[in-house]
């Protein structure tokens, strides 16, 4: 773990979610936070003298609900939104069967909003959008080539156990349905048609897979 020390000096009353965030630490990104090896919330008042630990999401060790700054997820399976910098994650999570909201032109706002409207996570590269105060559920993307993006949300939020053979259209993100070959075999190109036998299809964008 990285670990880094900060002395601090302010002035006034100041919570320590927003001395967290004043080093640049969005606050869905804190898990637990120590105030002289005990535990508070992100609404303590920052005394002079205290000592923090300040502590991410731990993979290795459970913390229970009354323990974790992290509030629990409300769906048994997750839903997801991403920012406009991580559109390749999108087709990949799509192509897993997970739903996940996507816009090469979306505002930091509307994604706020649709996450706390939809009960979505919101993936992004943006650590200014992660600490809104709206924002619930999150996490930053810290890799750069989109095979690793996917294997650190595929790590974070378990989705291996969620995965169940499906898909979605990776453009829309709507759900695929199953469709007899004949049905389609004159849209199909020559070695599509000589090698593969099942396919999907996404009413939404005519789209065959």
């Not at 992100?42 to 993979?59: A, H, K, R, T």
């Not at 930091?108 to 200014?128: F, N, P, Y």
């Not at 619930?136 to 939020?157: G, S």
Request: net charge positive; hydrophobic share 30%.
């Amino acid at each position: 773990m990285d670990e880094r020390y900060y002395l601090h000096h302010y002035q006034g009353k100041q919570t320590i979610k927003d001395r967290v965030e004043s080093i640049g630490v969005p606050h869905p990104e804190v898990a637990l936070i120590l105030r002289n090896s005990q535990p508070v919330e992100f609404s303590y008042l920052v005394q002079p003298g205290d000592l923090f630990s300040i502590y991410p999401y731990l993979y290795n060790l459970k913390l229970s609900p009354s323990e974790s700054l992290l509030p629990e997820y409300p769906l048994n399976k997750p839903k997801l939104i991403l920012d406009v910098h991580l559109g390749k994650l999108a087709r990949y999570l799509r192509r897993f069967g997970f739903d996940t909201a996507y816009r090469n032109d979306y505002q930091d706002q509307e994604i706020v909003e649709q996450a706390a409207s939809e009960k979505r996570i919101i993936l992004s590269r943006d650590l200014g959008l992660l600490m809104r105060k709206k924002v619930k559920w999150a996490k930053f993307i810290w890799n750069d080539d989109p095979k690793q993006q996917l294997q650190e949300v595929f790590e974070r939020y378990q989705l291996s156990k969620y995965y169940q053979g499906e898909s979605r259209c990776v453009n829309c993100n709507s759900k695929l349905e199953d469709v007899d070959k004949a049905e389609i075999v004159e849209r199909l190109e020559p070695k599509t048609k000589k090698y593969f036998t099942e396919f999907k299809y996404c009413q939404q964008c005519d789209k065959i897979y």
